[in-house]
């Protein structure tokens, strides 16, 4: 049944969200713009016809267009993606590891790098960011070279999988992480997924393809004119076999890939290729003109960091009279803005090529209006320290790999009771999609303090079996217990 309780389908609800003025300050990247618009969707959502290719075995426009997205990303080879960056990662991972394999990765990767672990049975070894307010921040190279070193003869890693940049936009030494990986010929997997735009503009960061990566993933639909769920998968070495990355992404995209996805791609490289000089050369400006406005806030402030690229904008709330998810409800509810994400005391606005002069003005002018009425009553800014940074989470502790975890027998225990014992399910925040209890794991303190602290904040937390209860499934080891809970 297409319909809900009030007689509306999805496709009514979403046209009128479309007309209700709300202005999108998250992905996806093309913003709603209508510059961007296709025609009539239905007539170009067909299927694999004479003349129209075949996205799994290219040998007509398809592989002409990849081949241009190669040369035009100076890549061995780029192949469209309309699973997202999920099933790029996914691919990505399987074709560098045989099955269980040790695995080294951030501990901050997307849930879809733990989906492979969980899937190929791998022994994942950690590289855990410092937090800054926090927010995650960079990975080292000097942690890859002593995560290394901490790593058994015999064990080394098929492969070496971090994000940069990160949701909050921090931005690793990919060259660096990719000399300490290749010293000792050891692949390297990066996870750009929001920094599609890069390649794009020299105000941005290099792209990882250009500083020694392996293997890329790129999300054009999150940063770029595209739809959801369309996406990269960039091989940039020899160390990987592309028939291998060519045998995993046909597993794991779909065997019927939509058209009109994929024309959505093409318009969008065509269009970058004709204005995305221009486009971006104004983009930076609208960029730099706020960031010069918020340097007037009083309560309200924009986090910046060292390593962090432009274009995404974290917004705190430098005084306890303001959440983050109030912020983001003051934001969606009297100036019509969404954001991406709200989480303890900020929000993230995640802005594109696409925002228009307009919508920058709107979001400028919300949080000025925001700003005044907090300090008018009262607010003020808290103390800024000079050393905000804290060290790296405390190390996980891994009793079992996430597939002995998952398919072993298991047990509800109650969240309390769950201290010390090992989880046997995800605990992710959505948004960002990043998972801070795997499966495998003892579940620590922290964990437990994460979970009360999200739920009191109200974020979504997914992964767990029973959202609204105190309860998180566990394995029954020791517990004479056998079921599945």
């Known amino acids: 049944m297409s319909e809900n309780r009030e007689g509306k389908n999805l496709y009514d609800v979403l046209m009128q969200y479309s007309r209700s003025g709300i202005y999108p300050m998250h992905m996806p990247g093309h913003k709603r713009n209508r510059d961007f618009c296709m025609e009539n969707p239905w007539q170009i959502d067909v299927t694999e016809v004479e003349g129209l290719d075949n996205l799994h075995h290219p040998a007509g426009i398809l592989r002409d267009f990849m081949e241009s997205m190669r040369r035009r990303y100076g890549t061995e080879k780029t192949w469209l993606l309309v699973n997202g960056s999920t099933g790029g990662l996914l691919a990505a991972i399987s074709a560098c590891c045989q099955r269980g394999a040790r695995i080294l990765m951030a501990r901050n990767c997307h849930q879809s790098?733990?989906?492979?672990?969980?899937?190929?049975?791998?022994?994942?070894?950690?590289?855990?960011?410092?937090?800054?307010?926090?927010?995650p921040l960079?990975?080292?190279?000097?942690?890859?070279?002593?995560?290394?070193?901490?790593?058994?003869?015999g064990e080394k890693?098929?492969?070496?999988?971090?994000?940069?940049?990160?949701?909050?936009?921090?931005?690793?030494?990919?060259?660096?992480?990719?000399?300490?990986?290749?010293?000792?010929?050891?692949p390297l997997v990066v996870d750009e997924a929001h920094g599609a735009?890069?390649?794009w503009s020299d105000a941005m960061p290099a792209p990882a393809m250009e500083q020694g990566a392996d293997l890329v993933v790129e999300s054009i639909h999150k940063t770029l004119p595209a739809l959801t769920q369309t996406a990269l998968l960039h091989l940039c070495s020899e160390r990987i076999a592309p028939e291998q990355v060519e045998r995993y992404l046909s597993i794991y995209q779909t065997s019927s890939p939509s058209y009109v996805l994929m024309a959505g791609a093409a318009r969008c490289m065509d269009w970058l290729e004709r204005n995305g000089k221009e486009a971006f050369g104004q983009y930076a400006q609208r960029l730099a003109r706020f960031r010069e406005g918020a340097a007037d806030w009083r309560v309200l402030s924009l986090w910046n960091h060292p390593r962090q690229e432009p274009s995404k904008l974290v917004i705190r709330a430098e005084t306890p009279d303001l959440t983050g998810a109030e912020l983001a409800a003051a934001l969606r509810t009297e100036y019509r803005i969404e954001v991406e994400m709200a989480a303890g005391d900020y929000?993230?606005?995640?802005t594109s090529v696409c925002d228009t002069a307009d919508g920058f003005r709107r979001l400028e002018e919300a949080l000025a209006d925001i700003d005044g009425k907090l300090a008018g009553r009262g607010g003020c800014g808290a103390a800024v320290t000079d050393e905000k940074e804290k060290p790296a989470q405390e190390m996980p502790r891994i009793r079992r790999t996430p597939y002995e975890a998952v398919n072993g027998p298991c047990v509800k225990a109650g969240l309390e009771e769950s201290r010390g014992?090992?989880?046997?399910?995800?605990?992710?925040?959505?948004?960002?999609g990043i998972p801070f209890l795997v499966p495998g794991e003892e579940i620590s303190e922290d964990a437990i303090k994460k979970i009360q602290r999200y739920r009191k904040e109200g974020?979504?937390?997914?992964?767990?079996?029973?959202?609204?209860?105190?309860?998180?499934?566990?394995?029954a080891d020791g517990t004479g217990q056998t079921g599945k809970g």
């Not at 960079?138 to 003869?153: C, D, K, S, T, Y």
């Not at 999988?161 to 300490?180: F, K, L, Q, R």
């Not at 929000?347 to 995640?350: D, E, F, K, R, Y």
Request: proline residues 8%; hydrophobic residues 45%; contains cysteine.
């Open 113 to 135: 790098a733990y989906h492979a672990a969980y899937l190929l049975g791998l022994r994942p070894s950690y590289l855990m960011p410092s937090e800054e307010d926090g927010i």
């Open 459 to 475: 974020r979504e937390i997914t992964g767990l079996s029973a959202l609204g209860e105190e309860a998180v499934k566990v394995c």
């Open 157 to 186: 890693p098929a492969c070496i999988v971090v994000t940069s940049p990160t949701y909050e936009g921090v931005v690793s030494d990919i060259a660096g992480i990719a000399e300490a990986a290749h010293e000792k010929n050891i």
């Open 138 to 153: 960079e990975i080292r190279p000097e942690q890859v070279r002593e995560a290394l070193r901490g790593i058994p003869e």
């Open 421 to 432: 014992r090992i989880s046997a399910e995800y605990a992710i925040a959505y948004p960002p």
């Open 347 to 350: 929000v993230l606005a995640m």
């Open 197 to 199: 735009h890069f390649a």
